[in-house]
């Protein structure tokens, strides 16, 4: 089972982050850059709470809204160690000490011991900050008693990870490990995903590097790994949105004009060339309908995820003369609303009940922006453009983050669901010991790092 449960805690947004003034945010690509080359499925912000705070301006609720789900779902999940409002207090102060810049990551790990040994896929996520451990400390150390326990019931221990203290609970067939320090929280599945993200840390302390200026980049989203061809890679730069695909040819065959206003009940479009399944769609696109898709003769093709989940195929016409292409196009409020009605799966498992009033708030506001949002073609091959929060990238970004908590590798088939096995006549076996720490070699030169020393994280602009 994913972790899922942290990652939600950690990353529902709650849309509803103060700032203290005093001192610099560590805001830049400092996270990013440290990435292991085998991070695969990417969602990245250089700036967390003003990416959150960029939602309402664009018609995508109000921070009120999403601040009531955050803390009604905490709740929720607070009711089975009986410390509601311990989760909800501790979530929330977690939640606003993250004032910097945030990263969500999936990397399938290399092999050990063996050519032929099993892969292992894992999740890591990490934050800085201007809080110091002491306060940190304080808040995990509450959603570790009020909610995590209830899903690693292991007492907490201490481990080292490449001669650094990260905090482990184990549950008996898999774990969690913390790193918690001055400027820093990082979370993982796997003690490995931590080691290779310090000596990452570790080598971009090293370069000489100017910092960028990033301050209208909201969010930066990557499915596939960085050296792959196949890659969608994207960003979200103040209202706008790009996405960069590897459909060279398929972006051209696919400038067809869709009637979207006809379909009112459509949550996306998508104008191609070929039918087949792509990280820009929300959910992967079922067999049938690609099946349906290839007996077709008309080309380009028009898909339509409807409200109620279902996808419906037709010709997509030509460009009328004088028309600007379109490749697709998203409902403003279409996604959100068939989220919290169940209907579109939400890729982070919370009570999608939830979402319903970040939904109505979204009805509301914003009246004068269009209820039909476009995505077009640039005049850079495989580049599209559309809206912020209902553009390409946020479709990109929600398949990605589906695919991070359900542990699928980019491009990956859903999995065959193994049957149901028998119950256990027996007790489930005690938690196991501490493993042994991940042996991540030093790089040639390099010494080891001192036990206990703190990871090089400066505090703004990288």
Known sequence: MRPTYVLAVLCVPALALAQD????????????????????LVIHTPNLPQLLASAPDVGFGTAAAWGAAFDAQLRTWGEA?????????AGGALLRMADGEAVLASMELPRIGSATAPRTRCVFFAFRTRSKEKELRAAVD????????????????VEQTMGRPVISLSAPHDGLWLRVQDGLVAVSDHPLALG??????????????????????????????????????????????????????????????????????????????????LPILPQRLPDDVVERAKSMNARPLALRLQADGS???????????????????ASRL?????????????????????????????????????????????????????????????????????DIVHGRP???????????????????????????????????????PKPDAPLPVPGDGR
């Open 21 to 40: 003034a005093a001192q610099p945010a560590p805001t830049g690509t400092l996270l990013w850059d440290a990435l292991p080359p085998g991070a695969d």
């Open 81 to 89: 160690s009986g410390e509601p409002g311990k989760l909800v207090a």
């Open 142 to 157: 509450d959603i570790i008693s009020a909610g995590l326990s209830t899903r690693w019931p292991g007492a907490p221990r």
């Open 196 to 277: 290779l993200f310090f000596r990452g840390l570790e080598r971009v302390a090293r370069e000489v590097k100017p910092p960028e200026d990033v301050s209208a980049i909201r969010l930066h989203v990557r499915h596939g790994r960085f050296d792959s061809a196949a890659r969608w890679e994207g960003v979200t730069f103040l209202e706008r949105e790009a996405v960069s695909s590897p459909l060279r040819d398929g972006l051209a065959v696919s400038g067809a004009a869709f009637s979207s206003k006809t379909e009112p009940d459509g949550l996306m479009s998508w104008i191609t060339g070929e039918a087949g399944d």
């Open 311 to 329: 996808w419906t195929v037709s010709g997509a016409g030509g460009v009328p003369s004088g028309e600007k292409p379109i490749v697709g196009g």
């Open 334 to 402: 279409g996604w959100l609303r068939a989220m919290a009605a169940g209907t579109l799966p939400c890729p982070v498992p919370i009570d999608t009940a939830l979402l319903a009033g970040p939904a109505a708030a979204a009805e509301t506001a914003q009246k004068d922006m269009p209820l039909v949002l476009d995505w077009r073609p640039t005049d850079d091959p495989g580049e599209l453009r559309g809206p912020a929060w209902h553009g390409p990238l946020t479709f990109l970004a929600l398949r990605t983050l589906h």
């Open 410 to 448: 980019p491009f990956a088939p859903p999995p065959v669901e193994p049957e149901a096995p028998p119950k256990p006549t027996v007790p489930l076996p005690e938690p196991v010991p501490p493993r042994e720490e991940p042996r991540v070699p030093n790089a040639p030169g390099q010494a080891p």
